[in-house]
Each structure stands twice: as C-alpha cells, then as structure tokens.
C-alpha cells in the first residue's frame, strides 16, 4: 500500500482490513479523512499520519500506545476512534480539537485527560475499566457521554 502516497489529491482514503502492520501517510497533505480499521496496527505514531486529518478510524487493530507529540501534531483532528485496541491504563494526551471520540473495549482506566478537551461533544468509553468519572463540568460542549460497563465507577466531586 506504500505506492497510495503517489496519489497526492486523495482527501479521503480507506484501508480497511488490509493486515497492515505500520504505513506511513504523511505526504499526503490534502487528507482529512482516514481509516485504518481492522489492520494489524501497534502504535499510533503522529509522524506518519498527515496534519490535514479531520476524521481517524482505528477500530479493531492492536494498538498499545500512541505517541508523545500525536496531540501537537494533529490539531486539526475532529473524530478519533480507537475502539478495540490494546489501550491500557491511563488514556493519553489527545488533540484539544477533538469533537468526537470512542475508546470503548480496552483496558483504559483513567480518562482525566478528557477534561481537556474542550470541545468534545460525544465521548464513548463503554466496556473499559474506568474506575472514576472525572469532574467534567468545564466540558461545556459534551452532549453524550457513554461509560457503561466499566468497572466500579464511583463519581468524582
């Protein structure tokens, strides 16, 4: 699939289910939609993603971490989904321009992060192991919120 970043115009692309195990994308400058869903992903790696995305699909790979700077280097980003991964523990620093995200079906257990993100206005972590909802109160723009089956969720003052 290397040979996809010859086709600079592409504004959207899909690459589902296509075993891929690592791609990088960046050249692809005019890109605002991509997804990568069922591929044999292990990292998210921000420096092989183009700055353009606006909507990143990364459901069922096996995704264990996301790198340090995919929060600076993806600002314009508006959906992230990263559902059914290998996520554990604490989520991490994700862009504040985020609208839309799922991380629903890992091992996450700490959200905090989301207080951040302002502008989140649908948030899905079902089926984790969250143990606390963090004070979301700042959130301002959150219209839906799903945490169901999660783990001993107790509310935070």
Known sequence: ???????????RLDLTNNNIKEISLSTLTKLTELDMSQNLLTKLQADHLPTSLIKLH?????????????????????????DRNKLKGKLATLPRSLTELSAQGMSIEDIDGITELHNLIRGYFGDNSIEVVPNLLRNTNLRSLVIESNYGIVGRE
């Open 58 to 82: 990364l459901y069922a790979n096996s995704i264990k971490s996301i790198s340090a700077n995919f929060a600076q280097r993806l600002t314009r980003l508006r959906t992230l989904n990263l």
């Open 1 to 11: 699939p290397e040979s996809i970043t010859l086709f600079i115009e592409l504004t």
